[in-house]
């Protein structure tokens, strides 16, 4: 009996951990120091605590082991709080919390967002930290790995996306 209980507990441990496949998320601050000393794209998934396609977008879309992989390997990943709390430091400027209502937003997510609070929105940053485009909404694995590569083979530079999308091969 001892032997079944031992073997069902590292079965579901390495199920568990075989489901853990997920992106290595940086802070804000992280992403742009590391960016400094090798530089690669920047996705920024600006989301908040309350936003449940938020949460759907962490349990479908990020967690999907091509998806997770992809951007480890060609992004600097950021978790970025549109209610962040603590102050955040770029380009020298100084961003904080701006109190409104009964909640409030934190200004560098909605700098990057253009003033449109719309959760979840991904971001993409050239390496030269530029805004590449910001696409609002709950984005599906399939839709999330065309935006990828577009981005990251820096497609965008030679082709639409209507062309891109109509010869895009799917890795998932």
């Known amino acids: 009996m001892k ?17 853990q496949e997920n992106v290595k998320w940086l802070s804000f601050e992280k992403a742009i120091e590391l960016n400094k000393e090798t530089p690669k794209p920047i996705l920024i998934d600006v ?11 962490d349990l479908n879309t990020y967690s999907n082991k091509t998806i ?7 992004f600097y990943a950021v978790k970025l709080d549109g209610e962040e709390k603590n102050d955040i430091v770029f380009n ?8 409104e209502g009964r909640r409030g937003y934190h ?5 990057l ?3 449109k609070l719309s959760y979840p929105t991904t ?12 696409i609002p909404g709950y984005l599906d694995k399939k839709i999330m790995e ?21 010869n895009f091969k799917s890795n998932l």
């Open 113 to 115: 967002m253009n003033g």
């Open 92 to 99: 020298e400027y100084t961003f904080k919390f701006q109190k």
């Open 47 to 57: 989301y908040t605590d309350w936003c449940g396609y938020c949460k759907k977008m």
């Open 146 to 166: 065309k935006v990828l590569v577009y981005f990251s083979k820096e497609v965008y530079k030679t082709k639409n996306w209507e062309d891109f999308d109509k």
């Open 3 to 19: 032997k079944i209980v031992i073997l069902f507990t590292l079965v579901c441990f390495s199920i568990n951990l075989s489901a």
């Open 68 to 74: 997770s992989e992809y951007i480890n390997d060609n």
């Open 107 to 111: 200004q560098l997510p909605a700098a």
């Open 123 to 134: 971001i993409f940053l050239s390496k030269n930290e530029k805004i590449l485009d910001r």
